[in-house]
């Protein structure tokens, strides 16, 4: 098991900074990381709902289908993604401090396989696209 994280300091208040998060079908705008989102259940930030990611990854994109865990509006979202001997939780913390917003993202995986997937995307890949991710929604939600 291995884990990355990479935090912002976004100069708004973490509604604004939800907000802007929240609305996945706009990710594909601003975000980067991210060139295809929508949900593939009703609703939206829940648990037990599911999303198709199309994540840019080097000059790859990879699909995902990752489930919701856990949402607490302004401060939370979790969501889960299962490979072939590989479990990925992405994680997302909104913390005001001050007048700005704290913003971690978080990726974890684990599994028996996650040691050798370490070797194909290897931390540092995984650090430089949640620092794209996170430098892009500190951009949108500060216009």
Same mark, same amino acid.
């Given at each position: 098991?291995?884990?990355?994280?990479?935090?912002?300091?976004?100069?708004?208040?973490? $509604?604004?900074?939800?907000?802007?998060?929240?609305?996945?079908?706009?990710?594909?705008?601003?975000?980067p990381?991210?060139?295809?989102?929508?949900?593939? !259940? $009703?609703?939206?930030?829940?648990?037990?709902?599911?999303?198709? *990611? !199309? *994540?840019? &990854?080097?000059?790859?994109?990879?699909?995902?289908?990752?489930?919701?865990?856990?949402?607490?509006?302004?401060?939370?979202?979790?969501?889960?993604?299962?490979?072939?001997?590989?479990?990925?939780?992405?994680?997302?913390?909104f913390?005001?401090?001050?007048?700005? !917003?704290?913003?971690t993202?978080?990726?974890?995986?684990?599994?028996? &396989?996650?040691?050798?997937f #370490?070797?194909?995307?290897?931390?540092?890949?995984?650090?430089?696209? *949640?620092?794209?991710? &996170?430098?892009?929604?500190k951009?949108?939600?500060? #216009?």
């Amino acid at each position: 098991m291995y884990s990355v994280q990479h935090t912002v300091a976004v100069l708004r208040a973490p $509604e604004r900074v939800w907000t802007v998060f929240e609305d996945v079908a706009d990710w594909p705008r601003w975000n980067p990381v991210t060139p295809s989102a929508h949900w593939l !259940t $009703e609703g939206q930030w829940r648990r037990g709902a599911r999303l198709a *990611l !199309t *994540l840019r &990854l080097r000059q790859k994109r990879r699909l995902i289908r990752p489930d919701v865990v856990a949402v607490v509006p302004n401060v939370r979202v979790s969501w889960v993604s299962h490979g072939v001997g590989v479990k990925t939780s992405q994680t997302f913390t909104f913390s005001a401090e001050g007048p700005e !917003t704290r913003v971690t993202a978080t990726e974890t995986l684990s599994g028996p &396989l996650a040691f050798l997937f #370490r070797l194909f995307v290897p931390p540092s890949l995984i650090r430089a696209t *949640l620092v794209l991710w &996170l430098d892009a929604l500190k951009s949108e939600a500060e #216009r």
